[in-house]
C-alpha cells in the first residue's frame, strides 16, 4: 500500500511511500491533478463571477468621485475658517485703532493719548522704556547718552538726550511698527506735535505769527498752572520750589492740566515740529524743565530753540496722533 501526500506547490511535492513499493517515485510520475482551488484558471473565473468588470469599473468611478468630494470639502472648509479669522483680526485692529474724541487710548507701547484739537496728544512725555523698545529694534541711539544722562533714569521717566532727529526717527519707526500690526490706519501717523498743538493743549489761545521766534512769546500771567507765582504743590517737576525730585521724575507724577495732560511744562523740555525761525537747523522747544526757575521761561507761551541734532539731558519730546478723526478703513 502506498500513501501520497502532496502539499505546496507543485514543484515543491513530497511523496511518502509505504509497503510493497517502499521507495520514493520520481517526481515526473507524479500525478499533476491537483485541487480545483489551485487551478488559476478556476480562482481567474471565481474573482469574475464575484466582481465583474463594469462593477470594478464603477468601484474605481465612485472612488475617485469620492476623493474630488472630500478635497472639495477640505478646501471650502479652509476657506470659511480663513475668512472668519480675517473677520475676526479686522474687527480686533478696528477695535484698538484711535479714533476721533478718543480719550486714554493706548497703544502698542503702553502709551496713552488723549483727543485736544484735531489731534490725539500724548499725556506723557515719551519714556525711557518706550525709546528703549525703538532703539533695540531698529539699533539707532543704542549706544548714545540717552541710556547715561549723568544722573538715574527709570523705564518711567522721561527719555532725555534725545535730538529733534531721533525724536522725529521714534515717531516714523512707530507709525510703521503700528500700521503693520493693525494699531493704526494707513491715514493715521505718529509725529511731533506742531507749535500750534502744543499751545492749544497749554490753553495759548491769543498767539500770531508766522513762526515761533516771531510769536507773542511773553503772554503774561499764563502757566500751565494757571496764573499763580510760584507754582502751587504738585504743579510739576521744576526748580522753583522743593518738588521731591533733583532731577527729572517718572510721568504723570504732577497733576494734570483741563485735558488730562501731565509735565506739559516742566520735566523736559519738548520738541516741536515747527522751526524756530527761518533756519531749518532749529527747531522749537516748550515747557520748560527740571531745571528751570525763571517766571518767562516758564510761561506757556515762551518757546526755547534747539539745534536739529543737539542733545541735552533736559530735553525730550512727546507724541501726536495725526489722522485719528478720518473715518477708519
Ligand atoms: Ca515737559
Redesign the pocket.
Known sequence: MAFAFVCGSRRQEIQFVFGAHARPLPVSRIDPVQPQWQSVEWRRNLRHKLMPRWFKTFLTVWFVFFLIYLSGLAFCHGRIRQEERSVASSAEALSRQPSSGSSDWENSLGMKFVQVGDVLFGMW?TRVRDFETFANATARNNASEWRTPGFPQEPTY?VVCVSWEDAMAFCKWLTKKERKEGWLTAHQRYRLPTDAEWSMAAGCRKETGLVAASFAAFIAPVYPWGKAWPPPPQAGNYAVTEDGYRHTSPVGSFNPNRFGIH????????WCMDRYGEDNNAHTLR???WNSKSQDVLLSSYRGLGLTWCRAADR?F?CVIEGASDTPD
Request: a negative charge; zero cysteines; charged letters at 25%.
Open positions: 512725555e522721561p509735565d506739559l511744562a516742566g520735566n523736559v523740555w519738548e515747557g520748560g524743565a525730550g512727546r
